[in-house]
């Protein structure tokens, strides 16, 4: 089955450390790409998105994403994350050409420690 | 705030009820979605409309589950004869978009309608 895999369910790191969130995809063809972040009682918000152009994305708050399409990746990173960075992290894809319905992986969830 | 606007917030009805959720777009926005959220779970797709027009529905779209849209503003979603599978947290989301096909431009998420079925 079609899925969006996000591998890293529960990730924890000390302020100043850098992150990198792993998703992978299995739908064939040209794909639109997201990542979405939730914080505590808040809605999902974008951080980022990828249509086409250059495989590197930057987003808000410091963060990027890099999809390498031979990978059928779309892995996110930060250099340095800050505790305001504790949040639930989704990926998400839309196949073009296939309808309008984001396809969500099952998120990770990120706490900075002080 | 011009968001998108989810109402209620909670929901607590007995299995067997009729529940019905509404969603607000932001207001220039003439596309809509609906998704399912379970504890532990990304987002799942429900339906999407396209102004007044519902596009595309998903398999989890039940015929006890129907979302209306009837002038393409707000819309919403009611579950009949609710079970306790149904317990969930209900997200809309909105958009602009051209063309035929996908999302153009990312969704706009509300806060969600959280449902619990005792």
């Known amino acids: 089955a079609q899925s969006v895999s996000q591998h890293n369910h529960h990730v924890i790191l000390s302020e100043a450390a850098s992150l990198e969130l792993g998703c992978n995809y299995s739908?064939?063809?040209?794909?639109?790409l997201f990542w979405y972040v939730q914080y505590p009682g808040q809605h999902l918000q974008l951080l980022l998105k990828y249509f086409s152009g250059d495989p590197l994305v930057k987003g808000i708050k410091g963060f990027e994403a890099e999809f390498i399409k031979s990978k059928f990746s779309f892995n996110l990173r930060k250099p340095s994350v800050q505790w305001s960075d504790t949040a639930e992290y989704f990926c998400?894809?839309?196949?073009?050409?296939?309808?309008?319905?984001?396809?969500f992986g099952k998120g990770t969830s990120l706490l900075v420690t002080p | 705030d011009t968001g998108v606007s989810q109402n209620p917030r909670h929901k607590i009805t007995k299995r067997g009820q009729n529940v019905t959720f509404r969603c607000d777009p932001i207001?220039?926005?003439?596309?809509l979605y609906w998704y399912r959220q379970t504890l532990g779970q990304g987002p799942e797709f429900l339906t999407y409309f396209q102004n007044e027009a519902q596009l595309e529905k998903s398999r989890l779209l039940s015929d006890r589950f129907s979302a209306e849209r009837p002038k393409g503003s707000f819309s919403t979603l009611e579950i009949q004869r609710t079970e306790q599978g149904d317990s969930a947290m209900y997200l809309c989301?909105?958009?602009?978009?051209?063309?035929?096909?996908?999302?153009?431009?990312?969704?706009?998420f509300g806060d969600g309608t959280r449902l619990s079925i005792l």
């Open positions: 989301a909105s958009g602009t978009g051209t063309g035929g096909q996908g999302p153009n431009q990312p969704q706009h």
């Open positions: 998400a894809v839309n196949p073009q050409n296939s309808g309008y319905a984001l396809n």
């Open positions: 207001s220039e926005h003439n596309r």
């Open positions: 739908y064939g063809g040209t794909v639109n």
